[in-house]
């Protein structure tokens, strides 16, 4: 017998929640084929057969909450001794010979739908088992064909559309629906994922926990757009990727973390440490809640390396393939609501990190140049910053340091 237990989940996570068990009681498992899905507060993840086998008894059900290192199955090694329980149930030794023969083209088409519904997101999975829809059958517009949550939609969409021209045909169909009676209001009682779980309970405990201030200030974005027009075409036919506001910002963020180091570190007790190295975390909408895959020594990247890593961070959170490894760590947070919009927020501390950067919309503003008034694209900046070990006076050079660079972004080049 061996056991299949929840593994480490990353640092600082601790618990996971059982999505789906991929195996029923009875199926048979091959070393590190995947046996079931466990959801936590970063990413869903897949946790294997160490051994081959029979998956002898499921422990924990799905919708269980558990923690590293408890007991979810126990796998049976012998699998030889379960087939020959099955085979027994057959007419006595007339069933002997020919139950070997036949068993292995039986298993290989049972095994072609495990590994379609293996290429999908959990939530694609999820859905697909809710709405009954074979998810093998249905084509994935994710990374290497992995189907996404809207493709399932997509294929679940179709279904209604043809009771549409019966219904046009019945002539005693009324012209217009009913109006809803007053007071017939409904609810809908949604269990919070792990990751909103987190996200809620990470949010308060930073409020809670630290000495949270935001300074603000504006920047000025015309250097960065009119170098962005000089060389967006040669950049992108270069390095094969655009060049977006991203990799400024971190290169600037970078720059002034070196100048301002406490913006730079975490506080361990009595202690602060200060940390010498700059993995920059880049906030990414993704379904189910915001994550913040980590671009790891980023002062030693170039424009293009950011960017990359941007695009390619956006994409797997889209995918549901970001690691743990992804989310793990980092010294500093920048998050931009303007993509959504936001025009000033107050972002929050992502602990253990005593800082966080906020950029937002740029707007067409005006603004008094050299006794001018004139109409300038203008972004509204904020930090977030952890009274406790950083002062006023630092986190509003910082940011003004942060402005500097961007008004002159030649300073970036010129400063390495």
């Not at 970063?42 to 799905?62: F, N, P, T």
């Not at 504006?218 to 962005?228: G, K, P, T």
């Not at 109409?375 to 950083?390: F, G, K, N, Q, T």
Request: glycine share 8%; no cysteine; charged share 25%.
């Amino acid at each position: 017998m061996s056991n299949i237990v929840v593994p480490q989940l990353g640092e600082s996570v601790v618990e996971a929640r059982v999505a789906r068990w991929l195996k029923k009681e009875g199926d048979r498992v091959e070393i590190g084929e995947p046996v079931v899905e466990l959801e936590t507060e970063k990413i869903d993840l897949e946790v294997g057969a160490e051994h081959s086998g029979v998956l002898a008894s499921i422990k924990r059900q799905e919708g269980e909450d558990v923690k590293v290192g408890e007991l979810l199955a126990v796998v049976d090694e012998s699998g030889a001794g379960a087939g020959a329980a099955k085979a027994a149930t057959g007419n006595g030794a007339a069933a002997a010979t020919p139950a070997p023969a036949a068993a292995p083209p039986a298993a290989a088409p049972a095994a072609a739908p495990q590994a379609e519904e293996l290429r999908a997101t959990p939530t694609a999975k999820r859905m697909a088992k809710e709405h009954d829809v074979n998810i093998g059958a249905v084509q994935g517009s994710g990374a290497a064909g992995r189907v996404m949550k809207q493709d399932v939609q997509n294929a679940i969409a179709p279904a209604p559309k043809p009771a549409a021209p019966a219904a046009a045909k019945a002539p005693a169909a009324p012209p217009r629906p009913q109006p809803r009676p007053a007071g017939d209001r409904t609810e809908e009682r949604v269990r919070m994922s792990k990751r909103r779980q987190t996200i809620a309970r990470r949010l308060v405990e930073a409020q809670r926990t630290a000495a949270m201030l935001t300074t603000f200030n504006e920047i000025d974005m015309s250097a960065v757009m009119a170098l962005r027009a000089r060389r967006k075409e040669a950049f992108q036919k270069q390095f094969g990727v655009g060049l977006g506001f991203s990799s400024f910002f971190v290169k600037a963020s970078i720059a002034a973390l070196r100048a301002f180091p406490p913006i730079n570190a975490e506080i361990q007790g009595d202690e602060f440490v200060l940390k010498h190295y700059y993995d920059i975390g880049i906030a990414v909408g993704a379904e189910g809640g915001l994550v913040v895959p980590v671009i790891r020594d980023a002062d030693r990247l170039s424009f293009a390396d950011i960017e990359l890593a941007v695009r390619d961070f956006a994409k797997r959170a889209g995918d549901g393939t970001l690691t743990l490894d992804d989310l793990t760590g980092g010294t500093f947070t920048i998050t931009n609501g303007g993509v959504f919009g936001s025009l000033l927020s107050t972002p929050i501390l992502n602990p253990p990190q005593v800082a966080i950067l906020g950029m937002h919309k740029i707007q067409e503003r005006a603004i008094a140049v050299n006794g001018q008034v004139v109409v300038r694209p203008m972004m509204y900046v904020a930090l977030s910053y952890d009274h406790r070990i950083v002062d006023g006076r630092e986190a509003v050079q910082f940011l003004v340091k942060i402005k500097e660079y961007i008004e002159d972004p030649g300073q970036l080049l010129v400063e390495g």
